[in-house]
C-alpha cells in the first residue's frame, strides 16, 4: 500500500526537512511508502550534477522574480520548481517492489534505480494520457517529452465543432474513438484549432536520491506552470529542447487535484499497489508510529549512508 499525502504550497526548504524524516522512518520501517504530492514557491534546484552556468539569471534578478536557488543532492542537473507545477516525492523502500514477472528467477528481487526512473516516467506518461497530451521518454534523456509536431484534442469540446468541416468531424470522431488512457491517444487536429508545438518539449522532469534502498525526491509535472520562469536557466542542460506545460498542451488551465488524482491513479497500477490518500501528515504518522509531526525547525538531519543519485 501506498500513502498519498497533498500537501498544497511547501516551501523548498521544508520539504527537503520533511523529506529526511520520512526517509528516516522509512528505514525503521516506522512507516510504509509515501507519495507527497505538493506545490513549491519559485525555487531553482541544483543537483549534484548541476553546472553552475546554467542558472543564466543574475542573482538580482532572481531577486527581481522572488525566486530561491538551492543545492541538494538529487541526481540530475538544474530545475525550476513553482506554482502551477506538481511535485511529487515518493519515499519508497524499493525492496518491498518486485522487478517483475520475467526477473522472478534473478538475485535482484527488487527494483534498481534506472527501473524505478522508468515506472516514474510511465506513471508521468499514463498521466498525460488521461489528460489528451501524447507523451514518450526520448533515449538517453531522463523525463517525459511531449511528442515530436503532435496536436492534442480536447474531447470535452467536440460537441462544439459540429460546425467544422467535413474531412475535420471525421477526424475527431476518430479521436473520439481512441482511449484516453494510452499514451497512444492523441490525434492531431486542424491547424486552426491548435498551433504545431514543433519538437519534443519536456513537460516532466525527474530527479531522485536512494540511500540504503529508501528513494527521496522525485518528479516535477509542469500543469499550468508560468514557464517563463525556465528562461532563468538552461533545464536540466539541455538547449535543444524547449519545456511545456500541460496547459500550453491544451490551450487551457487544468484542474490540479484531477491531475493529482491521476497520479494517484497511475502510481497504484504501474507499482501494482493500493493508494490511500491521508489527509495530513500528523494522521499518517499517528496511525503509523503514534507520534505528531515536529514543526519545521525540529525534523531531525539524517545520515545517509551508501546513497546513490540518479537524474
Not at 232 to 260: D, F, R, W, Y
Request: aromatic residues 6%; hydrophobic residues 40%.
Amino acid at each position: 500500500m501506498i500513502s498519498v499525502v497533498q500537501l498544497g504550497t511547501v516551501d523548498y526548504a521544508t520539504s527537503l526537512r520533511l523529506q529526511q524524516q520520512l526517509v528516516g522512518l522509512r528505514k525503521e520501517e516506522k512507516i510504509g511508502d509515501v507519495l507527497l504530492l505538493l506545490e513549491h514557491k519559485p525555487v531553482i534546484t541544483l543537483g549534484r550534477n548541476a553546472k553552475a552556468a546554467n542558472v543564466i539569471a543574475s542573482p538580482e534578478l532572481l531577486a527581481e522574480r522572488g525566486v530561491e536557488l538551492f543545492e541538494c543532492d538529487r541526481g540530475g542537473d538544474v530545475t525550476f520548481h513553482g506554482p502551477g507545477q506538481i511535485v511529487g516525492y515518493p519515499i519508497f523502500d524499493l525492496r518491498g517492489h518486485a522487478h517483475g514477472a520475467a526477473d522472478v528467477s534473478s538475485a535482484r528481487k527488487y527494483l534498481g534505480p534506472v527501473d524505478f526512473i522508468r515506472r516514474l516516467e510511465e506513471v508521468l506518461i499514463c498521466t498525460c494520457a488521461d489528460f489528451a497530451i501524447p507523451a514518450k521518454r526520448i533515449p538517453t534523456l531522463t523525463g517525459v517529452w511531449t511528442e515530436s509536431n503532435a496536436l492534442s484534442f480536447r474531447a470535452e469540446e467536440n460537441d462544439s465543432r459540429a460546425n467544422r468541416s467535413l474531412e475535420s468531424r471525421n477526424l475527431l470522431s476518430a479521436a473520439s474513438r481512441d482511449h484516453v488512457g494510452t499514451a497512444a491517444s492523441a490525434v492531431q487536429r486542424s491547424e486552426a484549432s491548435v498551433p504545431d508545438h514543433g519538437p519534443e518539449s519536456k513537460i516532466a522532469a525527474i530527479g531522485i536520491h536512494i540511500s540504503r534502498f529508501v528513494t527521496s525526491h522525485g518528479f516535477a509535472l509542469n500543469v499550468n506552470t508560468d514557464l517563463s520562469f525556465f528562461n532563468l536557466i538552461i533545464p536540466c542542460g539541455i538547449t535543444a529542447k524547449p519545456v511545456t506545460s500541460m496547459q500550453q498542451e491544451l490551450g487551457k488551465p487544468l484542474n490540479l487535484n484531477a491531475v493529482a488524482e491521476s497520479i494517484s491513479r497511475n502510481f497504484g497500477t504501474v507499482f501494482s499497489s493500493q493508494m490511500l490518500w491521508v489527509e495530513t501528515l500528523d494522521a499518517l504518522l499517528g496511525r503509523t508510529v503514534g507520534v505528531p509531526m515536529k514543526p519545521p525547525g525540529e525534523l531531525r538531519r539524517l545520515h545517509h549512508e551508501k546513497d546513490t543519485t540518479w537524474a
